[in-house]
């Protein structure tokens, strides 16, 4: 999936509308929680679980899109986004200004789409080439890129390695590995004292009452049309570390 290329206002509005049900059982569960028994405390933290990531899922399938294997150009350059934001803002000019056949306006629309093209069409001639006995051309395409952005380049282009069996404490079932977990991870956050656990939740419900937090000033305000300006504004490309010098 590209998040980069995502709805992000969407995948935001439907993940709130998909949390909020979720989040209104919690608090009915927090107030039962105390008379419930052990199995129905653990039955509804598998469904919450359950339904959380499906939620999430569910959102990501609609507002993220998804690109499968061989998908990403690793040819891909900052000069050819540059021919290509130079040819969409030309053509843009072109068509404000009533789409003349001719003039200066014309001809820098023409020569930039030109200029795209070409380049465009070196760039893909080149990815044709690179599966030599040599990989020097992917060579270099994978040293323009930094961090995340160069193991994607990598996965898109490679089949990833099988994948090595997993043995923890002796086990290699993935359902015997997670109850393993869910022990280990309950006698981990269980309290060693129970008067001092609950000495404690009385003191932080006092002292919650009275909380009120930082004072709320108007230079803090902002309203739905900013959020909404800031993500159109917002350039759906990858982002890499800017040197020093830049």
């Not at 909020?20 to 419930?36: A, W």
């Not at 053509?91 to 020569?111: M, Q, S």
């Not at 006698?187 to 709320?216: A, I």
């Amino acid at each position: 999936m590209r998040s980069d290329h995502a709805d992000l206002l969407s995948y935001y509005n439907t993940t709130m509308c998909l949390l909020y049900r979720l989040y209104y059982k919690l608090l009915e569960f927090e107030n039962v929680i105390s008379s419930i028994s052990d199995v129905d405390c653990n039955n509804f933290i598998n469904s919450y679980y359950g339904k959380l990531v499906d939620g999430l899922n569910h959102s990501a399938e609609l507002h993220v899109p998804t690109y499968y294997k061989n998908d990403y150009k690793f040819w891909w350059s900052q000069q050819l986004s540059c021919f290509k934001d130079n040819a969409i803002k030309s053509n843009k000019n072109w068509k404000d200004a009533g789409r003349p056949r001719t003039g200066p306006i014309a001809d820098k629309r023409n020569a930039d789409k030109r200029s795209y093209k070409k380049m465009l069409y070196r760039e893909r001639r080149a990815e044709t080439q690179c599966y030599t006995n040599d990989l020097h051309h992917l060579h270099d395409a994978l040293m323009s890129k930094f961090g995340v952005h160069f193991w994607k380049c990598w996965r898109s282009k490679f089949k990833k390695a099988n994948k090595t069996s997993r043995l923890i404490d002796g086990l290699a079932d993935d359902t015997q590995i997670a109850e393993k977990f869910a022990e280990f991870f309950q006698k981990t956050c269980t309290s060693f004292n129970e008067s001092q656990s609950n000495r404690l939740r009385c003191m932080f419900s006092d002292r919650y009452q009275d909380y009120v937090g930082d004072p709320f000033l108007d230079e803090y305000k902002f309203g739905v049309e900013l959020v909404e300006t800031v993500l159109s504004q917002m350039k759906r490309q990858s982002s890499r570390p800017r040197s020093i010098n830049d």
